[in-house]
Nanobody
């Protein structure tokens, strides 16, 4: 059974940084496709950053490219999301999901679905202007 536990959320001012972590168990972490999603208040959940292990590829939403960076700690089975230059529009509850069904082309994830994924409980990120 896949279990995911997020941590690292909080409140920051615009321009600040936060680092989210997702501790995973119950899956082959090193080769899994997994990632971060967020749900802003009153809006639908959206994919933010996805990674396919073993160098399989990555995906970043256009809204976070150049500001957010994902990394995998295979020893501790933890997925991190470093968020820099935060904006008020980044305010949302952030969730970790795995495993995802991912399609990779030329080193980039071109499609992903979370139909059969497990989800963490989420961690709140609030960015004030």
């Amino acid at each position: 059974q896949v279990q995911l536990v997020e941590s690292g959320g909080g409140s920051v001012q615009a321009g600040g940084s936060l680092r989210l972590s997702c501790a995973a168990s119950g899956l082959t972490f090193r080769s899994a496709c997994m990632g971060w999603f967020r749900q802003p208040p009153g809006k639908e959940r959206e994919g933010v950053a996805i990674i396919f292990g073993l160098g399989g590829g990555t995906y970043y939403a256009d809204s976070v490219k150049g500001r957010f960076t994902m990394s995998q700690d295979n020893t501790n089975k933890t997925l991190h999301l470093q968020m820099n230059s935060l904006k008020p529009e980044d305010t949302a509850k952030y969730y970790c999901a795995a495993p995802l069904s991912c399609t990779v082309f030329a080193g980039k994830i071109t499609q992903y679905t979370s139909t059969d994924s497990s989800w963490g409980q989420g961690t709140q990120v609030t960015v004030s202007s």
